[in-house]
């Protein structure tokens, strides 16, 4: 899970659901999610047709870079 300060926002990306192997052949989840703070809602962020879509992931390592103004980009590395 991250913190985005400029959005005020928490995104949680990827995970492990072993209930799902019956289904998708692996655990693996690639989905991503976005908590608005001051709104108190998730976002379920969809994926456009051009984007590099996130891979099945889990154990993974995140940060965010950002000048906190304007600025912020979320960098996945690893995981299984």
């Keep these: 899970m991250l913190f985005l300060p400029v959005s005020s926002a928490l995104v949680v990306t990827g995970g492990r659901n072993d209930d799902l192997c019956k289904v998708n052949k692996t655990p693996m989840l690639n989905d991503l999610h976005m908590f608005l703070l001051d709104q108190k809602v998730w976002i379920n962020i969809k ?13 993974a390592s995140a940060t965010v870079v950002t000048d906190g103004y304007n600025f912020e980009k979320i960098i996945l590395f690893g995981g299984v």
């Design 47 to 59: 994926y456009s047709d051009s984007s590099k879509r996130l891979g099945y992931i889990c154990n």
